[in-house]
């Protein structure tokens, strides 16, 4: 049975209300694996080695020695490491923490988990929708690649953002006024204006939804193929 473990680093815990969310569907995933790991979920101290799929939520804070040595130590024992959510995949809201300045010492700074070490897939999201988390783990069962580029890119890439959608989309015409970039939004920080995205850059968190669902970023040759 295959092995898998969550781990939480600095985070909201939403990730996980996220994961729990899937009721019946998450009944299901347990019984086709065997959960080793989760400080909420199951009984287990430490992670064990060689693990299958370990799922990381939170970024790493850069201050904290205990931080990184966990972000190490997931890399080490996982076969597939994913960063689960904004934070772990993209930075999201800790992107904006002002880093152990001078007169807030209590700032601290803060990495996504793809910036430290080497994750295999990142999924986006403030919090990923349970449907995500539960298609991820089914398709990483079943070894299903084709569902997990994007994925798998996103985990290499680790930055995505409203801003994506101007620079690689709309400012090259490519953009075909579908909606799903504001659908995916859960900041509701990208409206639709004379059919074209318009970011709205204080309410954007970087969470990087809206680059991974936008049709134009995931399959870049899409106009080559209706053409």
């Known amino acids: 049975m295959v092995k898998v473990a ?5 985070s909201c815990c939403g990730c996980l209300v996220s994961l729990a969310d899937t009721y019946e569907k998450l009944l299901d995933v347990l019984n086709s694996i065997e959960l080793v790991y989760c400080q909420t979920l199951a009984d287990a101290r430490d992670i064990p080695d060689n693990v299958d799929i370990i799922l990381v939520e ?3 804070c850069l201050d904290d ?3 990184l040595e966990l972000a190490e130590e997931v890399r080490k024992k996982a076969k597939i490491l994913v960063a689960l959510g904004a934070c772990a995949a993209t930075g999201g809201v800790t992107r904006f923490c002002r880093g152990n300045q001078m007169s ?3 700032h601290s700074s803060f990495s996504p988990l793809t910036e430290v070490v080497k994750c295999d897939l ?6 990923p929708s349970p449907e995500v988390i539960v298609n991820v783990i089914t398709a990483a069962l079943n070894g299903d690649m084709d569902y997990l580029q994007p994925f798998a890119e996103l985990a ?3 930055e995505a953002c409203g801003c994506d959608l101007l620079y690689k989309v709309v400012n090259k015409s ?3 006024g579908c909606g799903t970039c504001a659908a995916a ?3 509701r920080a990208i409206e639709m204006l004379d059919g074209r995205p318009n970011v709205l850059k204080e309410l954007c968190i970087k969470c990087g939804a809206c680059s991974v669902q936008c049709p134009r970023i995931r399959f870049p040759n899409l106009i080559e193929d209706i053409e």
Do not use: F, R, Y
């Not at 969550?6 to 600095?10: A, R």
């Not at 990142?122 to 919090?127: D, E, L, M, N, S």
């Open 104 to 106: 807030k010492p209590v």
């Open 122 to 127: 990142a999924i986006p999201g403030c919090p």
């Open 174 to 176: 490519l953009c075909m």
């Open 6 to 10: 969550h781990v939480q680093l600095s």
């Open 58 to 60: 939170g970024s790493v």
């Open 65 to 67: 020695h205990h931080a």
């Open 185 to 187: 939004c859960p900041t």
């Open 156 to 158: 290499e890439n680790g």
